[in-house]
């Protein structure tokens, strides 16, 4: 099986920044895409940035704030946060599409990582 760990949340000033990262471990044959999620109480959870090849895709609410990238040999995606606000309070949960020894994609979600901003 494939297993997604997030670290780097915490408490963090308005302002400020965090650097999410998300490892990916397991037998992997290719990673079609890669994703962060975030869930704030109360609400729906949300896709905040996705990456696939080449393309990077951010939702309006972090554009020009955040950052997406990834270690494609180290299976590692990181999430650059700057300039967070109160409203980027939220559980962060890094997704993935995942091709392994089936050759078959399946998507796999880690356990999350909490991020508060406080004002």
């Known amino acids: 099986q494939v297993q997604l760990v997030e670290s780097g949340g915490g408490l963090v000033q308005a302002g400020g920044s965090l650097r999410l990262s998300c490892l990916a471990s397991?037998?992997?044959?290719?990673?079609?895409?890669m994703g962060w999620y975030r869930q704030a109480p109360g609400k729906q959870r949300e896709l905040v940035a996705i990456?696939?090849?080449?393309?990077?895709n951010y939702a309006d609410s972090v554009k020009g704030r955040f950052t997406v990238s990834r270690d494609n040999a180290k299976d590692t995606m990181y999430l650059q946060m700057n300039s967070l606000r109160s409203e980027d309070t939220a559980v962060y949960y890094c997704?993935?599409?995942?091709?392994?020894?089936?050759?078959?994609?399946?998507?796999?979600w880690g356990q999350g990582t909490q991020v508060t901003v406080s004002s």
């Open positions: 997704n993935a599409a995942v091709v392994g020894p089936g050759f078959v994609e399946i998507n796999y």
């Open positions: 397991g037998i992997i044959f290719s990673i079609n895409s």
């Open positions: 990456t696939s090849g080449s393309s990077a």
